[in-house]
């Protein structure tokens, strides 16, 4: 299913010694019940959006870059404590609605060599998401990382450089498996070989960034 195992003579040959998955979009599928959150919110405050839109405009952002567009298309401030209710709210929702990526736990289960999750996202948000779709026991504490601890957020390289560092191996070494814009401009960066994971239907968008496409 990925191609980046050459299974050659019925042997799993991996090019590369490290990958690194992104959380949401390629290990858990959060993006739709995180924008049904946040456009319920955003439609308490007197502003329609569709949760479609949403995805587009919000996919792989960091939530503090979400409120500024959200005030600038406003033309004033959200309330105090938006955003943390916007947080808890999707936590709630979280424990309904999240789901592993269909296919994800067989990959994993192929998988023979060092993997960590590294994401925009809070550490919370990442071990909640991977603890409530049974992932939790494919990677520790010590291989997620979270953009919040360093203070850098995709498009940025340094998660990725950070993650890479902390596993031990060299950028080259390392594949970085996405599904936003962002992430990709980010492992680009960042000197690793990074594999789009998408739907049929955003494959020119992250083909266009530079990252064959992992699931077409």
């Not at 191609?3 to 590369?16: H, P, R, S, T």
Request: aromatic share 8%; glycine share 8%; net charge negative.
């Amino acid at each position: 299913m990925l191609n980046y195992f050459d299974k050659a003579q019925g042997k799993k040959l991996v090019k590369w010694k490290l990958i690194i998955f992104d959380c949401d979009g390629v290990l858990v599928d959060s993006e739709l019940p995180a924008q049904k959150v946040l456009v319920e919110a955003l439609a308490q405050l007197g502003f329609q959006m569709s949760v479609e839109e949403a995805i587009h405009k919000y996919r792989g952002c960091k939530m503090a870059e979400c409120v500024l567009d959200i005030e600038k298309i406003l033309g004033q401030k959200v309330p105090e404590g938006f955003a943390e209710e916007v947080r808890a709210r999707t936590a709630i929702a979280f424990e309904k609605e999240l789901r592993a990526i269909d296919g994800i736990i067989e990959i994993l289960n192929e998988i023979t060599i060092p993997i960590c999750v590294a994401s925009s996202g809070p550490r919370s948000k990442i071990e909640l998401s991977l603890r409530l779709t049974g992932l939790s026991s494919f990677f520790e504490y010590k291989n997620i990382f979270s953009s919040y601890e360093i203070g850098s957020w995709k498009p940025e390289p340094d998660i990725f450089l950070h993650a890479a560092a902390k596993m031990g191996f060299e950028p080259d070494d390392c594949a970085v498996i996405e599904d936003s814009a962002l992430g990709v401009r980010a492992g680009i960066a960042a000197g690793m070989k990074v594999f789009g994971f998408v739907p049929q239907e955003r494959r020119v968008q992250l083909e266009a960034e530079g990252a064959p496409l992992l699931v077409v």
